[in-house]
């Protein structure tokens, strides 16, 4: 059996990123330990149409935020890694500076040390100085930096084909195998390019 993704979902704007992950990962099968912030859980009844019950739902445990003596908070119970999907500049900020006051930061740090995959989608722009910091920060202790920046290539026709090629990249980086957004294959895209460039006057 598969070792368990951490996914915790942070107050920034685009919570539907976590949500849609953990729907996604509970049709894959892929076990999903889950920790919302307080600022997530007001965040799901503004921006999306899920109850926090029906959130809670799709993952497979369910920890409190303020539960320091949670599973996750210690290197020695296995995982997979983590992905904070949205990650809010606050939660990036404690995580670059160890400051563990709550499980969502002590379990990345926790991922961190163990040198598992820790996944930020972090949400916020524009971004200044004191941001990219942050992040080059946290990108040198090992952290991926994944923003949900959209993707065109293959050819979106709807907001959720956008949220799936975030999310499936996110995925990538923690092993877990999907069919979520259609991948870049260049011979045929380069097909179709040099032939529009032939019949271009």
């Known amino acids: 059996m598969s070792l368990p993704l951490v996914v915790a979902i942070t ?20 076990e999903t330990h889950l920790i919302l912030s ?16 029906e959130v809670k739902a799709l993952a497979d445990v369910v920890y409190n935020n303020q539960d320091i003596g949670a599973t996750v908070a210690s290197g020695s119970f296995r995982t997979r890694g983590m992905i904070v999907a949205p990650c809010t500049v606050k939660t990036l900020s404690s995580i670059a500076n160890s400051f563990t006051y709550n499980l969502v930061v002590r379990a ?70 999907h069919q979520l957004f259609k991948r870049w294959n260049g011979h045929d895209h380069m097909d179709k390019i040099n032939q529009g460039l032939r019949m271009a006057p």
Not at 13 to 30: A, H, N, P, S
Request: net charge negative; glycine share 8%; proline share 5%.
């Open 11 to 30: 107050g920034a704007t685009g919570v539907i990123y976590g949500v849609e992950m953990l729907r996604v990962l509970k049709e894959l099968g892929q």
């Open 38 to 53: 307080e600022a997530a859980c007001l965040n799901i009844s503004i921006e999306t149409n899920y109850s926090l019950d």
């Open 108 to 177: 990345a740090d926790v991922t961190l040390k163990e040198r598992r995959t820790l996944v930020l989608m972090v949400r916020e722009t524009p971004l200044h100085k004191g941001h990219l910091d942050l992040m080059s920060r946290v990108a040198d202790y090992g952290a991926v930096l994944l923003p949900p920046m959209p993707a065109f290539y293959h050819q979106p026709e709807s907001i959720m084909d956008i949220i799936h090629q975030s999310i499936g990249k996110a995925l990538d980086h923690v092993g877990i195998e």
